[in-house]
């Protein structure tokens, strides 16, 4: 990415017609089941958007639908407007992001310090790569809503690092997420030769900030203080890495691999293409072998853990569904990743095949 590419995509980002309001919970007042007042203005929202501000307030699903149930929409506000109440003491706060042209809500975030401005995030990104040497390689977001931006940082200076014979990766790339209530900073890496023939990128997570304040910004701004982190990332990875090529993942951890394609709205066809969990399951099940969690986590599958984290870091990258700029890529990379370092299920397996 050139350096004018890098700024036309930011303006594009600085120009969705979206407004944030950060609100404290006294402010929230639910006037039915999807209708809100905040201060002088009334809005509905969506399904999505309420279930947000019921989790912010504490209010789990299945409370909303016995209070549906027994009481219709008057008790479905009675109970927020009672659980958003209780959170005042606290002094919890929400943001709201609105499309000013929709004239709708589109994110409901809580956040646990001050709003980050996106405006704040690219002015600390610019400086984090004046400071440290690094270019844009990548920038994603949701074009329709606030749901995010993600900056892939390429270092000047490339370390690389050998995974295998001839099969190279970068070590030190560097990317940084923002949402309006936090930027985080992690580093991904970035193969040059891939067992399925394909560029990947995966990352990682480490560091976060939850206010535009130089204090909390200073904290992730200087290199030098996240060195050791970015080395003992990369040696849990190649651990996990070399321990998942030789592991053989269970039908459970097949069947979180598939929830997270589902998560994001990947087809059920495609994704049972891509992960067959079902199926699997269903030949346990006819063998009459136990198919409830604990079981599942004993059973074999017929995919190596490396196998499933190569499938979801590929279609994270060359699915032909979602834009270039879609910042679901990069949140799907960061997914496998943690499915990765997640410690195996393996121990000893009963096996059907």
């Known amino acids: 990415m050139d350096s004018n590419y890098y700024h036309k995509t930011k303006k594009e980002i600085l120009d969705l017609p979206i407004c944030y309001r950060t609100i404290e919970a006294k402010e929230i007042i639910a006037l039915g089941e999807n209708h809100y007042s905040v201060g002088n203005a009334t809005f509905e929202v969506s399904p999505e958007i309420a279930n947000a501000i019921d989790h912010f307030a504490g209010i789990k699903k299945e409370q909303t639908q016995i209070a549906h149930d027994s009481y219709g929409e008057q008790g479905v506000t009675n109970l927020r407007n009672f659980f958003v109440q209780a959170e005042v003491k606290h002094g919890k706060r929400l ?25 704040a995030f690219f002015d600390f990104a610019e400086m984090f790569m ?6 844009p390689e990548k920038v994603e977001y949701n074009q329709v809503g606030a749901g995010g931006i993600s900056i892939m940082l390429k270092p000047v200076n490339k370390q690389i690092m050998e995974f295998s014979p001839g099969d190279d990766f970068v070590s030190n790339g560097i990317y940084l997420k923002w949402n309006p209530g936090e930027i985080n900073l992690g580093n991904y890496y970035e193969r040059l030769i891939c067992s399925n023939g394909a560029t990947q ?6 560091m976060q900030a939850n206010s535009p304040a130089l204090t909390e910004l200073e904290r992730i701004l200087d290199y030098e203080s996240i060195s050791a982190l970015l080395k003992n990332n990369l040696e849990k990875m190649l651990v996990n890495a070399r321990l998942a090529i030789d592991t053989t993942a269970s039908v459970r951890e097949l069947g979180i691999a598939s929830k997270i394609l589902n998560r994001y709205g990947v ?18 099940k006819q063998a009459e072998f136990p198919t409830d969690s604990h079981h599942m986590a004993q059973a074999k599958s017929e995919f190596s853990m490396w196998e499933i984290f190569n499938i979801l870091t590929y279609f994270a990258t060359h699915n032909k569904i979602w834009s270039d700029s879609d910042i679901r890529r990069s949140s799907l990379m960061e997914d496998g990743m943690t499915l990765l370092l997640r410690e195996r299920d393996i121990k000893q397996y009963y096996n059907i095949f």
């Open 201 to 206: 990128v995966s990352e990682h997570s480490f």
């Open 130 to 135: 004046d400071k440290n040497d690094y270019l």
């Open 267 to 284: 087809q059920p066809d495609n994704v049972n293409k891509l992960l067959p969990y079902d199926q699997t399951r269903e030949k346990y």
């Open 95 to 119: 943001v709201l992001a609105a499309d000013t042209v929709d004239k709708r809500i589109v994110k409901a975030l809580p956040i646990k310090n001050t709003m980050i401005p996106p405006e």
